[in-house]
């Protein structure tokens, strides 16, 4: 039984910074790849970041240069964002193989 836990969403005005984090606990040794989605109201799930175990990143567009994507070994995984907007608005999930965290609200003020 793989859970991720979600932390570090709240209101922020914008230009501001959040830093994400998300804990993974159980027995995860099979995911290389964990990473951040998105929903907004009215929206589907977009990715804004992935990392994948030997360093390769990716970003959606709209985030390149804002956000950044880290990992602490297998089960831990943050996003770092910069110069908050408030289309950056969202529900945030940590996602890892096949597993999903709770998301984390991001609110962000003009």
């Known amino acids: 039984q793989v859970q991720l836990i979600e932390s570090g969403g709240g209101l922020v005005q914008a230009g501001g910074s959040l830093r994400l984090s998300c804990a993974a606990s159980?027995?995860?040794?099979?995911?290389?790849?964990m990473g951040w989605y998105r929903q907004a109201p009215g929206k589907q799930r977009d990715l804004v970041a992935v990392?994948?175990?030997?360093?390769?990143t990716n970003y959606a567009d709209s985030v390149k240069g804002r956000f950044t994507i880290s990992r602490d070994g297998t089960k831990n995984v943050y996003l770092q964002m910069t110069s908050l907007k408030p289309e950056d608005t969202a529900v945030y999930y940590c996602?890892?193989?096949?597993?999903w965290g709770q998301g984390t609200l991001v609110t962000v003020s003009p």
């Open positions: 996602n890892a193989g096949i597993y």
């Open positions: 159980g027995t995860i040794w099979s995911i290389t790849r």
């Open positions: 990392d994948t175990i030997g360093g390769v």
